[in-house]
Structures are given as C-alpha cells and as structure tokens.
C-alpha cells in the first residue's frame, strides 16, 4: 500500500494553498503556510527558487496549470499517481462528464468516506483507521482504504473497536458538522449508508476538473 511519506505541509506550500492535510494543525497559528505576521509566513513554493516561484504565476502555461490542478487532487485524496491515472481510466469509460465521475470516483474511496462522516480529522488520519481494520461495509470487515462504496452500503464501526478509547471519546463529543447530503450518518451507532451518488456541489475540495482532464487528453 503506497503512500507519500514526507512533510505534508510542504505539499500546500507547492500548491500555494491551504490543502487542510493535517487535519485541526491546519487550522491552528501552528500552520506553516499561515503564520501569524510577527513569524515568518512561508506561503511559498519550497525549494531554491521558492520565492521566485510565486512572481511567476502570471505568466503560466495551459500546460503547468493543468498538472498542477492534478497534482492538487492527488495530494487533496493522498493518491499515487499511478492510481490517479487508473481512476482516470475508469472515469472515461463511464457514462457522463468525466471530470464529475473522476471526483465521484475518489469521493466514494472508503478513507475519504470515513473522513467525510467526521470520524477522524484528516483523510491520512482515516486512512490508517481503515488500514487498521476498525470499519465493517455490509456487515464485512475491509481493511482497503482505497476500497470504493457504492449507493446502498452501510458503514459502521466494528464492535471490538467502537469500545476502544478513541472511538468512544470520539461518540462522547458534539456531533461535528453535518455528513454530506449522499450519506446518511447515525452518530450514536457509528455507522452510516450511502444513499446515492456524490453530486459536485457535495465535493467541497475546490478543484477544477476540466482542467485534469485536458491533462490526461494531451
């Protein structure tokens, strides 16, 4: 199971914003992308020519706009990117706007499920709750972060976990923000259903799709 190892914040700082990888650090002073003024903000790329990066944003390619709106959705789902390119694959030969299905396709992902229902604070975070077996899909354990759902699936905490202490810390605080409008979430019983397809106003990552598939199409 690959996955990107480094410094995470380095990754926003390459995209020139906040990609929200850390989870609550991300929101805190401690965010190296947005310190406050009497520290020494870091909103630049990383790297040698990092600060010479930024003065030459106006004068970008079709080209250099189009990969990095890609390599922000990689980073967005913590995607390799060979995968990328084979939802990619699977999003042509779908029926319908393949920018959409691409983004329904890495929505339905069971970490960003687990993310998106508010069981953890970032998609890594969820990631490895997944990996670690805590989560039953229609009654069966799957430990496959990258497993897909589809409408009608239920999504639960196993019962040997829920007891653990994260999880029932976690069923003692307030309901956090509302699940997306195709998930119906049950927060007493940690589990939740798939009700229907994501649509585009329900994908709050801010990503242009058009241009990743004018990448792909060159």
């Not at 003065?55 to 390599?71: C, I, N, V």
Request: net charge positive.
């Amino acid at each position: 199971m690959a996955k990107y190892t480094g410094p995470v914040c380095r990754l926003c700082r390459r995209e020139g914003e906040k990609l929200f990888l850390k989870g609550a650090r991300c929101l805190s002073n401690k965010c190296p992308f947005e310190k406050p003024e009497k520290d020494a903000r870091r909103d630049f790329a990383p790297g040698q020519h990092g600060r010479d990066a930024q003065f030459k944003k106006s004068r970008s390619s079709d080209f250099l706009l189009q990969l990095r709106e890609k390599q922000k959705a990689r980073r967005v789902y913590g995607v390799l990117e060979r995968q990328f390119r084979r939802y990619y694959q699977m999003a042509l030969k779908t029926r319908g706007v393949t920018g959409q299905t691409l983004l329904q396709i890495l929505e339905r992902r069971l970490d960003n499920v687990v993310y998106r229902l508010g069981y953890a604070s970032s998609r890594a975070q969820a990631r490895q709750l997944v990996a670690h077996g805590h989560f039953n899909v229609n009654g069966r354990r799957i430990a496959v972060p990258s497993s897909l759902v589809k409408p009608g699936d239920t999504i639960e905490v196993r019962a040997n976990s829920a007891s653990a202490p994260y999880f029932r810390l976690l069923k003692e605080t307030d309901e956090p923000k509302g699940a997306p409008n195709w998930l119906i979430r049950n927060w007493n019983s940690l589990s939740a259903q798939v009700t229907k397809l994501p649509a585009r106003e329900d994908i709050d990552a801010n990503l242009n799709e058009q241009l990743i598939v004018e990448y792909y199409s060159r």
